[in-house]
């Protein structure tokens, strides 16, 4: 059964550091691509990193470009988001996923086989 549990997140001030943790069963995390999105209230999924699972390139979007890091653990199965300089706007619910087919970098989450459970990051003082 193919499953993405994700960990970590919760409450964090302004300027902190917070990392996710999305760990695959079922498949081989490393052969496909793995994309982060998020979803403030009110506002649409964004699609905001992925790394390729067929080069591990990466990407980021602009607004996190420099503050996120994304990494692979292939021993634990694990991809992790590593987020830095946190601000009030990156308030959201992260969603990691995993996509199947193409293993290309691929940031539109309509095309995403697999889904995280999500879990909420709050920056605030």
């Known amino acids: 059964q193919v499953q993405l549990v994700q960990s970590g997140g919760g409450l964090v001030q302004p300027g902190g550091s917070l990392r996710l943790s999305c760990a695959a069963s079922g498949f081989r995390l490393d052969y496909y691509t793995i994309g982060w999105f998020r979803q403030a209230p009110g506002k649409e999924r964004e699609g905001i990193s992925c790394?390729?699972?067929?080069?591990?390139?990466?990407y980021f979007t602009d607004s996190v470009k420099g503050r996120f890091t994304i990494s692979r653990d292939n021993a634990k199965n694990t991809v992790y988001l590593q987020m830095n300089s946190l601000k009030p706007e990156d308030t959201a619910v992260y969603y990691c996923?995993?996509?199947?087919?193409?293993?290309?970098?691929?940031?539109?989450?309509?095309?995403?086989?697999?889904w995280g459970q999500g879990t909420q990051v709050t920056v605030s003082s």
């Open positions: 790394i390729s699972g067929s080069d591990g390139s990466t």
């Open positions: 996923a995993a996509e199947t087919r193409s293993r290309r970098i691929l940031i539109d989450g309509a095309l995403y086989d697999y």
